[in-house]
């Protein structure tokens, strides 16, 4: 019996086990994580190595630019404009 729980076989099921049970877990701890006030709304990107980014904040959206190891603030706007601007782009 002994000598069955320490087969390679055995060890390597355990050892898969294992760590899909770790990415189970960090998956379920980054979605708990994701229901905060932080919300990201949308991106665009802009060529390889630049992006903007929509981040939802509490009640204002800010406009956020990435690029070459940067991040910046480029405006701030109220939820409430930029949801306007959504339900209008999907009525046309």
């Known amino acids: 019996m002994n000598s069955e ?3 390679p076989g055995y060890i390597f099921l ?3 086990a294992l760590i899909m049970g770790v990415g189970l877990l ?7 994580r994701m229901r905060g006030p932080v919300q990201l709304m949308g991106h665009l990107r802009l060529d390889v190595r630049r ?11 800010l406009v956020v630019g990435a690029g070459d190891g940067v ?8 939820v409430s404009e930029v949801e306007k601007t959504s339900e209008a782009k999907g009525a046309e």
């Open 5 to 7: 729980l320490l087969s």
């Open 14 to 16: 355990c050892f898969i």
């Open 26 to 32: 960090q998956k379920l701890t980054a979605a708990s």
């Open 51 to 61: 992006w903007l980014y929509l981040v939802r904040v509490g009640d204002r959206v």
């Open 71 to 78: 991040i910046t603030k480029l405006c701030e706007l109220p």
